[in-house]
């Protein structure tokens, strides 16, 4: 139980472009999901948290018009990368709450690359 | 800031117990221990977690001390699949939200 999904796991696109990234819960519904930005050689870093009908909190110093985060459902969040720059270039990692357990659960991660 | 600090890397040898340190001295009395481990190009993976009990499950145990100050998260016989970075978080919750701060971890290296 409690797995979550992301896709794409790769994708690659020129700059300026837009970029949407789907996050998951597969078995579970989850009324909280995260997204977290991981740099090579370091650690996750959170930019945001998203709740189900309402609007995402986001982190100091993430641009909330460049990372529009929507969670329309208990089981889909989805984040979009705005005009992206080859600085964006990351891994983008979502999780999901599990209420009854108080755990977040990671999905697998997207990798982006911004030419 | 992550409230917690770990050694960056440690060693173990395979079929061996590997046991990994946490210090979390300004941890807050209704803040708990969650650990969790990330194999190269992957999301992190839950293991397990705790308040001021320790705790068991199918992969391993956490021993929190008396004082909550420090934890370490054993792996009962460590395999080759065991190495990855781990990381021991303090869940804070602020203003009715929580948030997992993750450090820079412990690179474990389970050799055979």
């Known amino acids: 139980g409690a797995v979550v999904s992301q896709h794409p796991s790769r994708v690659i696109c020129k700059s300026g472009t837009s970029v949407k990234i789907e996050c998951r819960s597969l078995?579970?519904?989850?009324?909280?999901m995260f997204w977290y930005r991981q740099f090579p050689k370091q650690s996750l870093m959170l930019m945001a948290t998203s709740n189900e009908g309402s609007k995402a909190t986001y982190e100091q110093g993430v641009e909330k018009d460049k990372f529009l985060i929507n969670h329309a459902s208990l089981t889909l969040s989805t984040l979009t990368v705005t005009s992206a720059h080859p600085e964006d270039s990351s891994f983008y990692i979502c999780?999901?709450?599990?209420?009854?357990?108080?755990?977040?659960?990671f999905g697998p991660g997207t990798r982006l690359t911004v030419l | 800031d992550a409230k917690t600090t770990q050694p960056p890397s440690m060693d173990c040898a395979e079929g061996r117990a590997a046991n990994l340190p946490c210090n979390h001295s300004t941890i807050s009395g209704n803040e708990y221990v969650y650990w969790y481990r990330q194999i190269h190009s992957q999301g992190p993976q839950y293991i397990i977690h705790?308040?001021?009990n320790n705790e068991t499950n199918e992969m391993a145990s956490l021993i929190i001390t008396e004082d909550r100050k420090s934890s370490t998260l054993i792996l009962p016989h460590a395999t080759l699949r065991d190495t990855a970075v781990y990381y021991c978080?303090?869940?804070?919750?602020?203003?009715?939200?929580?948030?997992?701060?993750f450090g820079k971890g412990t690179k474990l290296t389970v050799n055979p």
């Open positions: 705790g308040l001021k």
């Open positions: 999780s999901a709450r599990v209420y009854v357990t108080d755990t977040q659960y």
């Open positions: 978080i303090v869940r804070v919750v602020q203003g009715g939200s929580e948030k997992l701060v």
């Open positions: 078995d579970f519904q989850a009324t909280t």
